[in-house]
Protein backbone atom coordinates (compact mmCIF):
# COMPACT_ATOMS: atom_id res chain seq x y z
CA UNK A 1 0.00 0.00 0.00
CA UNK A 2 0.84 3.75 -0.89
CA UNK A 3 0.98 6.23 2.08
CA UNK A 4 2.72 9.76 2.71
CA UNK A 5 2.80 10.98 6.61
CA UNK A 6 3.42 14.33 7.46
CA UNK A 7 4.41 14.25 11.31
CA UNK A 8 3.60 18.02 11.79
CA UNK A 9 0.00 19.32 12.29
CA UNK A 10 1.55 22.50 12.53
CA UNK A 11 4.78 24.89 11.80
CA UNK A 12 5.64 27.78 13.10
CA UNK A 13 8.16 30.28 11.47
CA UNK A 14 9.36 33.56 12.01
CA UNK A 15 9.29 35.61 8.31
CA UNK A 16 13.00 35.44 7.15
CA UNK A 17 14.04 32.29 8.41
CA UNK A 18 14.25 29.07 6.75
CA UNK A 19 11.38 26.66 6.93
CA UNK A 20 11.02 22.75 6.36
CA UNK A 21 7.54 20.62 6.14
CA UNK A 22 8.19 16.87 6.72
CA UNK A 23 6.58 14.32 4.48
CA UNK A 24 7.83 10.51 4.31
CA UNK A 25 6.68 8.30 2.54
CA UNK A 26 5.86 4.45 1.92
CA UNK A 27 5.32 3.09 -1.57
CA UNK A 28 5.97 -0.06 -3.63
CA UNK A 29 7.97 0.89 -6.93
CA UNK A 30 9.46 4.43 -7.54
CA UNK A 31 7.90 7.11 -5.60
CA UNK A 32 6.01 9.76 -7.59
CA UNK A 33 6.30 12.71 -4.73
CA UNK A 34 4.33 15.69 -4.41
CA UNK A 35 3.76 18.58 -2.89
CA UNK A 36 0.41 21.08 -2.94
CA UNK A 37 -0.31 23.99 -0.93
CA UNK A 38 -3.64 24.98 0.11
CA UNK A 39 -5.10 28.49 0.68
CA UNK A 40 -8.27 28.99 3.32
CA UNK A 41 -11.85 27.69 0.99
CA UNK A 42 -9.12 27.27 -2.19
CA UNK A 43 -8.24 23.95 -4.13
CA UNK A 44 -4.70 22.57 -4.11
CA UNK A 45 -2.41 24.39 -5.82
CA UNK A 46 0.62 22.68 -7.28
CA UNK A 47 4.05 23.25 -5.76
CA UNK A 48 6.62 20.93 -7.58
CA UNK A 49 7.05 17.14 -7.96
CA UNK A 50 9.81 14.41 -7.90
CA UNK A 51 9.74 11.83 -10.60
CA UNK A 52 13.09 10.83 -11.45
CA UNK A 53 16.49 12.70 -11.23
CA UNK A 54 18.08 15.01 -9.66
CA UNK A 55 17.10 14.60 -5.44
CA UNK A 56 16.79 18.08 -4.76
CA UNK A 57 13.74 19.40 -6.84
CA UNK A 58 12.97 22.97 -7.62
CA UNK A 59 9.47 24.32 -7.59
CA UNK A 60 7.21 27.43 -7.37
CA UNK A 61 7.27 30.41 -5.44
CA UNK A 62 10.82 29.47 -4.29
CA UNK A 63 10.35 26.04 -2.54
CA UNK A 64 12.44 23.39 -2.81
CA UNK A 65 12.25 19.57 -1.89
CA UNK A 66 14.47 17.31 -0.67
CA UNK A 67 13.92 13.50 -2.21
CA UNK A 68 16.21 11.26 0.18
CA UNK A 69 15.44 7.48 -0.38
CA UNK A 70 17.56 5.96 2.67
CA UNK A 71 15.14 7.91 4.77
CA UNK A 72 12.30 7.44 2.66
CA UNK A 73 11.69 11.43 2.83
CA UNK A 74 11.02 14.53 0.77
CA UNK A 75 10.97 17.34 3.14
CA UNK A 76 9.44 20.84 1.50
CA UNK A 77 12.02 23.89 2.40
CA UNK A 78 12.32 27.47 1.67
CA UNK A 79 15.40 29.42 2.60
CA UNK A 80 13.69 32.81 3.72
CA UNK A 81 9.70 32.62 4.29
CA UNK A 82 7.16 35.03 3.69
CA UNK A 83 4.26 35.65 5.61
CA UNK A 84 1.91 35.09 2.13
CA UNK A 85 3.35 31.13 2.77
CA UNK A 86 1.02 30.95 5.36
CA UNK A 87 -0.96 27.69 4.50
CA UNK A 88 -1.95 24.17 4.45
CA UNK A 89 0.54 22.12 2.56
CA UNK A 90 0.08 18.60 1.34
CA UNK A 91 2.93 15.89 0.66
CA UNK A 92 1.32 13.10 -1.62
CA UNK A 93 2.57 9.91 -3.70
CA UNK A 94 1.23 8.61 -6.74
CA UNK A 95 0.59 5.44 -7.04
CA UNK A 96 2.80 3.89 -9.26
CA UNK A 97 0.50 1.34 -10.36
CA UNK A 98 -2.43 3.28 -10.67
CA UNK A 99 -1.64 7.26 -12.15
CA UNK A 100 -4.54 8.69 -11.40
CA UNK A 101 -5.00 7.73 -8.04
CA UNK A 102 -2.97 10.10 -5.54
CA UNK A 103 -2.57 9.21 -1.79
CA UNK A 104 -2.49 12.40 0.29
CA UNK A 105 -1.11 13.09 3.87
CA UNK A 106 -3.17 14.64 6.68
CA UNK A 107 -1.24 18.24 5.75
CA UNK A 108 0.81 20.75 7.49
CA UNK A 109 -0.26 24.23 8.75
CA UNK A 110 2.73 26.64 8.28
CA UNK A 111 2.23 29.45 9.72
CA UNK A 112 4.76 32.51 8.90
CA UNK A 113 4.97 35.31 11.80
CA UNK A 114 5.99 38.44 10.60
CA UNK B 1 -3.24 27.54 -18.37
CA UNK B 2 -4.50 24.74 -16.64
CA UNK B 3 -7.26 26.45 -14.85
CA UNK B 4 -10.06 24.42 -13.10
CA UNK B 5 -13.14 26.58 -11.87
CA UNK B 6 -16.49 24.78 -9.56
CA UNK B 7 -19.69 25.96 -9.21
CA UNK B 8 -21.31 26.67 -7.10
CA UNK B 9 -18.77 27.58 -4.21
CA UNK B 10 -20.87 26.81 -1.51
CA UNK B 11 -24.23 25.27 -0.89
CA UNK B 12 -26.50 25.24 2.05
CA UNK B 13 -29.53 22.49 1.45
CA UNK B 14 -32.29 20.79 3.28
CA UNK B 15 -31.83 17.37 4.28
CA UNK B 16 -33.04 15.30 1.68
CA UNK B 17 -32.92 16.74 -1.14
CA UNK B 18 -29.74 16.68 -3.73
CA UNK B 19 -27.10 19.08 -4.99
CA UNK B 20 -25.34 19.22 -7.87
CA UNK B 21 -21.83 20.41 -8.36
CA UNK B 22 -19.89 21.28 -11.64
CA UNK B 23 -16.23 20.69 -12.42
CA UNK B 24 -15.10 22.54 -15.48
CA UNK B 25 -11.73 22.49 -17.17
CA UNK B 26 -11.79 26.04 -18.86
CA UNK B 27 -8.84 26.28 -21.26
CA UNK B 28 -8.00 22.12 -21.28
CA UNK B 29 -9.44 18.87 -22.30
CA UNK B 30 -9.81 16.75 -19.38
CA UNK B 31 -10.07 13.22 -20.36
CA UNK B 32 -10.08 12.32 -16.69
CA UNK B 33 -11.36 14.18 -13.38
CA UNK B 34 -11.33 13.29 -10.26
CA UNK B 35 -13.63 13.90 -6.93
CA UNK B 36 -12.10 14.07 -3.87
CA UNK B 37 -13.44 15.14 -0.47
CA UNK B 38 -12.13 16.76 2.76
CA UNK B 39 -13.24 16.97 5.94
CA UNK B 40 -11.80 19.83 8.46
CA UNK B 41 -8.45 19.50 9.11
CA UNK B 42 -8.22 16.66 7.50
CA UNK B 43 -6.50 15.52 3.99
CA UNK B 44 -8.39 14.90 0.93
CA UNK B 45 -9.91 11.55 0.20
CA UNK B 46 -10.38 10.08 -3.42
CA UNK B 47 -13.82 9.38 -3.73
CA UNK B 48 -14.15 8.43 -7.71
CA UNK B 49 -12.62 8.54 -11.13
CA UNK B 50 -14.48 10.56 -13.94
CA UNK B 51 -13.64 9.28 -17.46
CA UNK B 52 -15.42 11.25 -20.14
CA UNK B 53 -18.03 8.91 -22.08
CA UNK B 54 -17.68 6.22 -19.38
CA UNK B 55 -18.62 5.18 -16.08
CA UNK B 56 -16.61 6.63 -12.93
CA UNK B 57 -14.74 4.60 -11.20
CA UNK B 58 -15.72 4.58 -7.39
CA UNK B 59 -13.31 3.69 -4.64
CA UNK B 60 -14.14 1.37 -1.64
CA UNK B 61 -16.69 2.49 0.53
CA UNK B 62 -18.10 5.28 -1.73
CA UNK B 63 -21.86 4.94 -2.46
CA UNK B 64 -22.09 4.92 -6.22
CA UNK B 65 -26.20 5.82 -5.79
CA UNK B 66 -25.53 8.39 -3.36
CA UNK B 67 -22.54 10.11 -5.16
CA UNK B 68 -24.07 10.58 -9.02
CA UNK B 69 -20.92 11.58 -11.49
CA UNK B 70 -21.59 12.56 -15.06
CA UNK B 71 -18.24 13.25 -17.45
CA UNK B 72 -20.53 14.16 -20.44
CA UNK B 73 -17.66 15.72 -22.47
CA UNK B 74 -14.17 16.96 -22.01
CA UNK B 75 -14.34 20.26 -20.10
CA UNK B 76 -17.17 19.06 -17.70
CA UNK B 77 -17.76 16.54 -14.93
CA UNK B 78 -20.71 17.02 -12.73
CA UNK B 79 -21.42 15.40 -8.83
CA UNK B 80 -24.91 14.86 -7.51
CA UNK B 81 -25.20 14.32 -4.18
CA UNK B 82 -28.58 12.54 -3.73
CA UNK B 83 -30.97 12.77 -1.12
CA UNK B 84 -28.54 14.61 0.94
CA UNK B 85 -27.79 14.36 4.97
CA UNK B 86 -25.75 16.24 7.68
CA UNK B 87 -23.33 14.01 7.46
CA UNK B 88 -22.66 14.91 3.83
CA UNK B 89 -21.89 18.11 4.90
CA UNK B 90 -17.92 18.53 3.84
CA UNK B 91 -15.72 20.56 1.24
CA UNK B 92 -15.70 18.64 -2.47
CA UNK B 93 -13.28 19.04 -4.87
CA UNK B 94 -12.49 18.14 -8.20
CA UNK B 95 -9.39 17.88 -10.15
CA UNK B 96 -8.59 17.73 -13.93
CA UNK B 97 -5.53 16.10 -15.43
CA UNK B 98 -4.60 17.13 -18.82
CA UNK B 99 -2.06 14.63 -19.43
CA UNK B 100 0.75 13.34 -17.91
CA UNK B 101 1.66 13.60 -13.86
CA UNK B 102 0.04 16.28 -12.27
CA UNK B 103 -3.82 17.01 -11.81
CA UNK B 104 -5.30 20.83 -11.44
CA UNK B 105 -7.89 21.25 -8.73
CA UNK B 106 -10.67 22.94 -8.60
CA UNK B 107 -11.13 25.71 -6.13
CA UNK B 108 -13.90 23.41 -4.04
CA UNK B 109 -17.24 23.48 -2.92
CA UNK B 110 -18.40 23.46 0.20
CA UNK B 111 -21.72 21.83 1.19
CA UNK B 112 -23.49 21.89 4.21
CA UNK B 113 -26.58 20.26 4.72
CA UNK B 114 -29.19 21.21 7.32
Known amino acids: AQSVAQPEDQVNVAEGNPLTVKCTYS??????LFWYVQYPNRGLQFLLK??????LVKGSYGFEAEFNKSQTSFHLKKPSALVSDSALYFC????????????FGSGTKLNVKP | GAVVSQHPSWVICKSGTSVKIECRSL??????MFWYRQFPKQSLMLMAT?????????EQGVEKDKFLINHASLTLSTLTVTSAHPEDSSFYIC??????????FGPGTRLTVL
Open chain 2, 95 to 104: SARRGGDEQF
Open chain 1, 27 to 32: VSGNPY
Open chain 1, 50 to 55: YITGDN
Open chain 1, 92 to 103: AVRDPYNFNKFY
Open chain 2, 27 to 32: DFQATT
Open chain 2, 50 to 58: SNEGSKATY
